[in-house]
C-alpha cells in the first residue's frame, strides 16, 4: 500500500519570552520528508542560533549520505551521524564565541522515505508521539533529570511530571554526552496514524490524554498544528511553543 502524508506546522512566541528560541522545519525532497523541531537554550541569541542550526545542519546531512539502497539499519546510522554532526558544529561554535559558550538545543525529528517506515529520533526533551486508534504513544525518551531518575527507580513517572529536575537536561545538542547519537525507533505506518513531534511549550501544560482526544479529531492539519500552540497557550505555558504535525494517508 502506498502512503503519503498530510503536515502542519506551527510555532509560537508565547506571551511571556522575548525570543522565539524555537526551530521547525519541513524539508520535502523528491524521495525524503524530514520533519524537524528543536528547542534552543543559551543566554544572549544562542538558543535560536542553535536550534536552528540544528534544523539546518541535519537535513543538509540526510540529503547528502541518506541514499535510496540503504536499508533500515543504514538510514539509522545515517540518521545518528546526521545527529553527531549537528552536535560538532554546535559546540565548535559555542567553543569559538563566548557569547555561545553554553549555547545548545533539544531536537526531535521523524524521517519518512515514501514506504511504510517512519524513522524517529530525539536529543533532549522535546518528544515525538504517535496517535494510532485514538491511543497515544511517546516513542522518545525525555533526556532530563527527572527521566534519569525515574528509570533508576527513585521516582515514579507520576512524580517526575513535577519534579524541579523535570527541565533541566543531562544530554542536548551541544554537549559531548551526545556521543554516537540517540537510539532510532521505527515505525511501521498504518493509514489513520498521526505523529506529533513537540517542544515542552506545549507537553508542559497539556497532559498526553488531551493531546490524544485533540489530535484524533482533528480533520485538517495546519489547522490541528495551530490549535495545539494556542491551546498551549490557553493552558498557561510560560515558553515558547512549537510542533509539527503529521497524518499517513493512503495514496
Known amino acids: 500500500m502506498a502512503f503519503s502524508l498530510n503536515i502542519g506546522k506551527c510555532s509560537l512566541l508565547g506571551n511571556y519570552r522575548e525570543n522565539n528560541e524555537?526551530?521547525?522545519?519541513?524539508?520535502?525532497?523528491?524521495?525524503?520528508?524530514?520533519?524537524?523541531?528543536?528547542?534552543?537554550?543559551?543566554g544572549q541569541a544562542a538558543g535560536e542560533i542553535a536550534s536552528r542550526k540544528a534544523v539546518d545542519i541535519i537535513p543538509r546531512e540526510l540529503r547528502k549520505n541518506l541514499?535510496?539502497?540503504?536499508?533500515?539499519?543504514?538510514?539509522?546510522?545515517?540518521?545518528?551521524?546526521?545527529?553527531?554532526?549537528?552536535?560538532?558544529?554546535?559546540?565548535?561554535?559555542?567553543?569559538?564565541?563566548?557569547?555561545?559558550?553554553?549555547?545548545?538545543?533539544?531536537?526531535?525529528?521523524?524521517?519518512?522515505?515514501?514506504?511504510a517506515e517512519v524513522f524517529v529520533a530525539g536529543v533532549g526533551d522535546s518528544r515525538c508521539y504517535l496517535i494510532r486508534n485514538k491511543r497515544i504513544q511517546q516513542l522518545t525518551v525525555d533526556h532530563s533529570l527527572a527521566q534519569a531518575l525515574v528509570e533508576a527507580k527513585t521516582i515514579s513517572p507520576a512524580e517526575a511530571k513535577d519534579h524541579r529536575f523535570r527541565n533541566v537536561l543531562w544530554k542536548?545538542?551541544?554537549s559531548k554526552e551526545v556521543g554516537d547519537g540517540p537510539d532510532v525507533q521505527v515505525v511501521q505506518v498504518q493509514a489513520g496514524d498521526r505523529f506529533l513531534l513537540c517542544t515542552d511549550g506545549l507537553t508542559g501544560v497539556v497532559p498526553d490524554?488531551?493531546?490524544?482526544?485533540?489530535?484524533s479529531s482533528a480533520t485538517d492539519m495546519q489547522q490541528l498544528a495551530e490549535g495545539l500552540g494556542q491551546l498551549a497557550l490557553d493552558q498557561g505555558s510560560r515558553d515558547n511553543v512549537s510542533c509539527v504535525v503529521m497524518e499517513v494517508v493512503e495514496g
Request: no cysteine; proline share 1%.
Open 22 to 42: 524555537d526551530s521547525i522545519d519541513v524539508k520535502v525532497f523528491p524521495d525524503l520528508t524530514v520533519n524537524i523541531v528543536a528547542d534552543g537554550m543559551g
Open 172 to 174: 542536548y545538542l551541544g
Open 67 to 115: 541514499t535510496s539502497h540503504l536499508n533500515g539499519e543504514g538510514v539509522k546510522s545515517t540518521l545518528r551521524r546526521a545527529i553527531v554532526q549537528a552536535n560538532e558544529e554546535i559546540m565548535a561554535m559555542g567553543a569559538l564565541d563566548k557569547d555561545m559558550k553554553n549555547m545548545g538545543t533539544t531536537v526531535v525529528m521523524a524521517i519518512w522515505r515514501k514506504g
Open 209 to 215: 490524554e488531551q493531546l490524544a482526544t485533540v489530535i
